[in-house]
């Protein structure tokens, strides 16, 4: 088995920065995939940003496009992402997510059911 734990998230003012980071650990192999979500109270749980390890390609949400940065360390399967310029609306409980099961086809990152693990989350809360 594999966990996932979270860390970074605090409350920022809007237009400031934070950087989250998610640490894995098991016996396991480097992960295939992981990613970050987010969920606001009262709201779906919503796609973040990913990295596909093997090819190395980043996919990002368009509400986040140009501000957030995902990046990390696949033979560590740790995670990162940095948030700049962040609004009220970037609000909500952040996951970090793997996938340690098969590789998948590039859209196919913006869908929980692609990961395996996920870890408890961290609250990020921006004001006004």
């Known amino acids: 088995q594999v966990q996932l734990v979270e860390s970074g998230g605090g409350l920022v003012q809007a237009g400031g920065s934070l950087r989250l980071s998610c640490a894995a650990s098991?016996?396991?192999?480097?992960?295939?995939?992981m990613g970050w979500f987010r969920q606001a109270p009262g709201k779906e749980r919503e796609f973040v940003a990913a990295?596909?390890?093997?090819?190395?390609?980043?996919y990002y949400a368009d509400s986040v496009k140009g501000r957030f940065t995902i990046s990390g360390d696949n033979a560590k399967n740790t995670l990162h992402v940095q948030m700049n310029s962040l609004k009220p609306e970037d609000t909500a409980v952040y996951y970090c997510?793997?996938?340690?099961?098969?590789?998948?086809?590039?859209?196919?990152?913006?869908?929980?059911?692609?990961?395996?693990?996920w870890g408890q989350g961290t609250q990020v809360t921006v004001s006004s």
């Open positions: 997510a793997a996938d340690f099961s098969r590789p998948h086809l590039s859209g196919s990152y913006y869908y929980t059911s692609v990961y395996d693990y």
């Open positions: 098991g016996r396991t192999s480097s992960s295939y995939a």
């Open positions: 990295i596909n390890w093997s090819g190395g390609s980043t």
